[in-house]
T-cell receptor
Framework: DQQVKQNSPSLSVQEGRISILNCDYT??????FLWYKKYPAEGPTFLIS?????DKNEDGRFTVFLNKSAKHLSLHIVPSQPGDSAVYFC???????????FGTGTRLQVTL | DAGITQSPRHKVTETGTPVTLRCHQT?????MYWYRQDPGHGLRLIHY???????DKGEVSDGYSVSRSKTEDFLLTLESATSSQTSVYFC?????????????FGPGTRLTVL
């Protein structure tokens, strides 16, 4: 049972445009959500997180939106840059100091 | 940089042999985790530790054991490796930030079981 789902395996976006990566979850107990970026042959790198008490969190070019009623979160990258090309994982947990459940990842390619 | 190193970075072994992967951290974090990454599955938690000698199972713990005798080291052991354990293994620590505790990952170990 996949509790965290990323239904788009891949996404291609032009440089300078907005990238929107989506994530759905089924466990209503999840209250902490994170996005990680992963380059080949490296470990996942933390990007941004959001607690369920908020519906938006912003950090530079990255914004995460949380829609609790729809059990949906999204990561917006504006403007997209070629260096953003990577696999993006969303993750969720019950409480912040807890085990993470990951989605299967979305491969983002930013083209020139 | 979360000060995490993993060793070895690459290993090829044969079915039935024991294998131990090491995770070392330099920042004295209490929580440490082992995940495996496989195509179509994302990252899945194997075991985690919440202190020296305190460990618990994760989602995919069968065939794995862990030990933590010192705060800085968390070992993952495959007692008798199988081909299904061919994977990339990541260690993580949990660090407190503004929003809450966030996990930071090491560079990974690529294990191939022939």
């Amino acid at each position: 049972d996949q509790q965290v789902k990323q239904n788009s395996p891949s996404l291609s976006v032009q440089e300078g445009r907005i990238s929107i990566l989506n994530c759905d979850y089924t466990n209503s107990m999840f209250d902490y959500f994170l996005w990680y970026k992963k380059y080949p042959a490296e470990g996942p790198t933390f990007l941004i997180s959001i607690s369920s008490i908020k519906d938006k969190n912003e950090d530079g070019r990255f914004t995460v939106f949380l829609n609790k009623s729809a059990k949906h979160l999204s990561l917006h990258i504006v403007p997209s840059q070629p260096g953003d090309s990577a696999v993006y994982f969303c993750a969720a947990s019950v409480g912040t100091a807890s085990k993470l459940t990951f989605g299967t990842g979305t491969r983002l390619q930013v083209t020139l | 940089d979360a000060g995490i190193t993993q060793s070895p970075r690459h290993k090829v072994t044969e079915t039935g042999t024991p294998v131990t992967l090491r995770c070392h951290q330099t920042e004295n974090h209490r929580y440490m985790y082992w995940y495996r990454q496989d195509p179509g599955h994302g990252l899945r938690l194997i075991h985690y530790s919440y202190g020296v000698k305190d460990t618990d199972k994760g989602e995919v713990s069968d065939g794995y054991s862990v030990s933590r005798s010192k705060t800085e080291d968390f070992l993952l052991t495959l007692e008798s490796a199988t081909s299904s354990q061919t994977s990339v293994y990541f260690c993580a620590i949990s660090r407190t930030s503004g929003v809450g505790d966030t996990q930071y990952f090491g560079p990974g170990t690529r294990l191939t079981v022939l």
